[in-house]
């Protein structure tokens, strides 16, 4: 068995191996922290840029493997662990509110499908320590963790992780992330350190750098709007709206602080305090399993943010059978939404403005190819439109439906 100090010579040696191999990586992997542990299953990553490695898994590696496979394997490690941190996961699990050993498995998960489709000249996944790939679930590569992850929740919840990566990749503490000898970056160094890698990767140029990592650099030196922060204040709009116009002052009860106000009577606020919101999915044939998950998995947003019932109208060119639910996690419960023909948003939208009671608000879900309303509706209907083409999705008409009502969902 190697020493310490020779097993940091072999971390240290692989490190300065992919650095060589990828430049635009050297930022991050020469800020990253080395610490040996036999507490991590292979390796992990914090939110600060300290690297976690088990000693048994590195001695294996660098005595089982020529040299050259020797570096190319843990050169493949290092840059799987500082990409959970360039792409954020941490953050984004976080932003998912997604919290307990199960969400964190299976995020972990997702997040490995995420960057382990990337191909890497001189580096090579660990042959006794393999990744997971999204290929052996049926699942296609270049896709976003949020998809994999509401795909995987759906279809495999019981689906076990090889190894956990740290709270780098799922926003939750690990015992062997304690200890003085870590080091600390602030959130400022983190964002600074992104962008220098993302201007390395734009700078580059290289063909064979995978299409999402070079969409990853745009989408960090290019400032982009939040369209998560964006359909939550419409919504939150809305809401109010639908609210306030069934709420108001009765004197069919009077006040709880009547005696204060006595001999003089008070009313009380009375009247349903529920939100109602309805999301018309797009179920025609333009969207596919994959997309139809992801709107899914923004119903399942929606929920988390304002803990009302949620009524699902899938919708093509013609209505199905309404699904309402109550829990973020039911929506990752939804098999299938019937649909798979044309597209008429329309449709649906006036199949919710008939519901009974009438909702507060429309959300509508769609890739944008379908017929727009030709006028406003007397409650509020925002369009989520799905970005597969970098901003060149069909949009409703402006006027009568202004960027009030419009919020394109990006990052697919």
Same mark, same amino acid.
């Given at each position: 068995?190697?020493?310490?100090?020779?097993?940091?010579?072999?971390?240290?040696?692989?490190?300065?191996?992919?650095?060589?191999?990828?430049?635009?990586?050297?930022?991050?992997?020469?800020?990253?922290?080395?610490?040996?542990?036999?507490?991590?299953?292979?390796?992990?990553?914090?939110?600060?840029?300290?690297?976690?490695?088990?000693?048994?898994?590195?001695?294996?590696?660098?005595?089982?493997?020529?040299?050259?496979?020797?570096?190319?394997?843990?050169?493949?490690?290092?840059?799987?662990?500082?990409?959970?941190?360039? +792409? /954020? =996961?941490?953050?984004?699990?976080? %932003?998912?509110? *997604?919290?307990?050993?199960? $969400?964190? &498995?299976?995020?972990?998960?997702?997040?490995?499908?995420?960057?382990?489709?990337?191909?890497?000249?001189?580096?090579?996944?660990?042959?006794?320590?393999?990744?997971?790939?999204?290929?052996?679930?049926?699942?296609?590569?270049?896709?976003?963790?949020?998809?994999?992850?509401?795909?995987?929740?759906?279809?495999?919840?019981?689906?076990?992780?090889?190894?956990?990566?740290?709270?780098?990749?799922?926003?939750?503490?690990?015992?062997?992330?304690?200890?003085?000898? +870590? /080091? =600390?970056?602030?959130?400022?160094? %983190?964002?600074? *350190?992104?962008?220098?890698? $993302?201007? &390395?990767?734009?700078?580059?140029?290289?063909?064979?750098?995978?299409?999402?990592?070079?969409?990853?650099?745009?989408?960090?030196?290019?400032?982009?709007?939040?369209?998560?922060?964006?359909?939550?204040?419409?919504?939150?709009?809305?809401?109010?709206?639908?609210?306030?116009?069934?709420?108001?002052?009765?004197?069919?009860?009077?006040?709880?602080?009547?005696?204060?106000?006595?001999?003089?009577?008070?009313?009380?606020?009375?009247?349903?305090?529920?939100?109602?919101?309805?999301?018309?999915?797009?179920?025609?044939?333009?969207?596919?399993?994959?997309?139809?998950?992801?709107?899914?998995?923004?119903?399942?947003?929606?929920?988390?943010?304002?803990?009302?019932?949620?009524?699902?109208?899938?919708?093509?060119?013609?209505?199905?059978?309404?699904?309402?639910?109550?829990?973020?996690?039911?929506?990752?419960?939804?098999?299938?939404?019937?649909?798979?023909?044309?597209?008429?948003?329309?449709?649906?939208?006036?199949?919710?403005?008939?519901?009974?009671?009438?909702?507060?608000?429309?959300?509508?879900?769609?890739?944008?190819?379908?017929?727009?309303?030709?006028?406003?509706?007397?409650?509020?209907?925002?369009?989520?439109?799905?970005?597969?083409?970098?901003?060149?999705?069909?949009?409703?008409?402006?006027?009568?439906?202004?960027?009030?009502?419009?919020?394109?969902?990006?990052?697919?």
């Amino acid at each position: 068995m190697s020493s310490a100090n020779e097993l940091l010579d072999h971390l240290r040696f692989a490190r300065a191996y992919a650095a060589e191999k990828l430049p635009w990586f050297a930022p991050a992997l020469f800020r990253c922290r080395i610490l040996v542990t036999p507490s991590v299953d292979v390796a992990a990553i914090d939110l600060h840029y300290n690297v976690y490695w088990n000693p048994e898994v590195v001695e294996d590696i660098w005595t089982r493997r020529p040299r050259p496979e020797a570096l190319a394997e843990l050169g493949f490690i290092w840059v799987h662990e500082i990409s959970h941190r360039l +792409r /954020q =996961h941490a953050e984004r699990a976080k %932003d998912g509110n *997604l919290v307990g050993d199960k $969400a964190a &498995r299976l995020w972990n998960i997702a997040a490995d499908f995420e960057i382990n489709d990337g191909q890497w000249a001189g580096l090579t996944m660990p042959l006794h320590y393999p990744g997971m790939l999204p290929d052996a679930f049926g699942l296609e590569r270049g896709l976003l963790a949020e998809v994999y992850y509401a795909t995987i929740f759906s279809d495999h919840p019981d689906l076990q992780a090889p190894h956990d990566d740290g709270s780098g990749v799922h926003n939750q503490s690990r015992d062997w992330e304690a200890g003085n000898e +870590r /080091q =600390h970056i602030s959130s400022l160094d %983190d964002q600074v *350190l992104r962008r220098e890698v $993302a201007q &390395r990767i734009r700078k580059a140029g290289n063909s064979s750098i995978p299409e999402s990592w070079r969409s990853w650099a745009e989408d960090t030196l290019v400032p982009q709007v939040d369209w998560r922060r964006s359909l939550g204040h419409r919504m939150s709009v809305a809401i109010r709206k639908g609210l306030g116009s069934r709420i108001d002052y009765s004197f069919q009860r009077p006040s709880r602080r009547q005696s204060v106000y006595h001999p003089i009577l008070t009313p009380s606020l009375r009247g349903d305090k529920t939100a109602r919101i309805t999301v018309v999915v797009d179920t025609s044939g333009s969207m596919g399993p994959d997309l139809l998950q992801r709107a899914l998995a923004e119903v399942a947003g929606v929920l988390r943010v304002f803990q009302y019932p949620v009524t699902i109208i899938p919708c093509d060119n013609k209505v199905y059978e309404p699904v309402t639910l109550v829990a973020a996690a039911e929506a990752f419960k939804v098999h299938q939404l019937a649909g798979g023909g044309g597209t008429n948003m329309v449709a649906g939208i006036e199949a919710a403005l008939e519901q009974v009671p009438r909702p507060d608000s429309i959300l509508v879900l769609t890739d944008g190819f379908t017929p727009y309303p030709p006028h406003r509706y007397d409650l509020p209907v925002i369009f989520g439109i799905f970005d597969l083409d970098n901003g060149a999705r069909r949009k409703p008409p402006n006027p009568p439906w202004g960027v009030d009502t419009v919020v394109v969902i990006s990052g697919i």
